[in-house]
């Protein structure tokens, strides 16, 4: 099958580098406009370069739409009419079925997957145009299966997922406290360590253990504790409210990139 990516950026290396550590089957044809990209991805992962955008949609069996949200109307007007049935993804944040749709008359599903699929362990929501067919929902599926977990879910939850689900929370979160623990007088190494450790072990505890995360924070946290003081402290200072505020902001601007899109 030819997957064809049309953007060579973040997200596009990070899918290759878990397709290939998959070993895909599939063809991995990328489309971009910077020469200097498709020159990095082929030596890297061993893509097919198509600098061509018409003769790149003409290849596809499943067309990835990986690029800005702010591009997306640009590139599918660009694309102009498709001659025949084609099954496009997009990748982009905030932009509905209805407008990708409108913008490109073929089957669309939509994905969100994480940069974590590098490693293969990355978690990838999808959701489908309501006339997809069932052999294309499993494509899809069986294809980000390859890197992680795959969830569908409706539509009307894509932006409260893709605010959620970021990998950007637990690089913030293990700055932020690797940094406190600096201050506190630990070395920068270690202070790495033991907040890797605060967050991402005890998560895999969690997604791999028996226990409720309420069970999981009554053992971490005793009453009167070290943890429990630190904890109440940060939620005193204004963590949780700051957490709320940020997803916020995030549905904001994914909504944003519905109304930019609607307008193009």
């Given at each position: 099958m030819n997957i064809v990516f049309l953007g060579g950026?973040?997200?596009?290396?990070?899918?290759?580098?878990?397709l290939r550590l998959s070993k895909t089957k599939h063809r991995l044809i990328v489309h971009d406009r910077n020469p200097g990209k498709l020159r990095d991805l082929t030596?890297?992962?061993?893509?097919?370069?198509?600098?061509?955008?018409?003769?790149?949609?003409?290849?596809?069996?499943?067309?990835?739409?990986?690029?800005?949200?702010?591009?997306?109307?640009?590139?599918?007007?660009?694309?102009?009419?498709?001659?025949?049935?084609?099954?496009?993804?997009?990748?982009?944040?905030?932009?509905?079925?209805?407008?990708?749709?409108?913008?490109?008359?073929?089957r669309w599903a939509r994905a969100m997957p994480s940069p974590v699929c590098r490693i293969g362990r990355g978690l990838t929501a999808v959701t489908f145009a309501r006339a997809l067919p069932r052999r294309d929902r499993s494509n899809i599926r069986a294809f980000f299966a390859a890197f992680g977990p795959v969830i569908e879910i409706p539509e009307n939850q894509f932006d409260a997922f893709t605010v959620t689900y970021s990998c950007s929370h637990g690089y913030h979160a293990l700055e932020a406290l690797a940094d406190a623990a600096r201050k506190a007088g630990l070395d920068r190494k270690t202070a790495l360590l033991a907040s890797a450790h605060a967050l991402a072990d005890s998560i895999v505890?969690?997604?791999?253990?028996?226990?409720?995360?309420?069970?999981?924070?009554?053992?971490?946290?005793?009453?009167?504790?070290?943890?429990?003081?630190?904890?109440a402290a940060m939620d005193a200072a204004g963590y949780r409210r700051a957490v709320r505020k940020g997803v916020a902001a995030g549905l904001r601007r994914a909504r944003e990139n519905a109304r930019v899109s609607a307008r193009q």
């Open positions: 950026g973040r997200i596009t290396s990070a899918m290759l580098a878990g030596k890297q992962y061993a893509i097919i370069a198509e600098p061509n955008l018409r003769k790149a949609v003409v290849r596809a069996d499943v067309l990835i739409v990986a690029v800005r949200p702010a591009s997306v109307a640009e590139i599918l007007k660009t694309i102009g009419k498709v001659d025949r049935a084609l099954l496009a993804v997009s990748l982009a944040a905030g932009i509905p079925l209805r407008i990708l749709t409108r913008a490109l008359p073929v505890a969690w997604r791999e253990g028996n226990q409720s995360l309420e069970s999981l924070l009554d053992e971490a946290a005793t009453p009167g504790g070290i943890a429990a003081t630190t904890a």
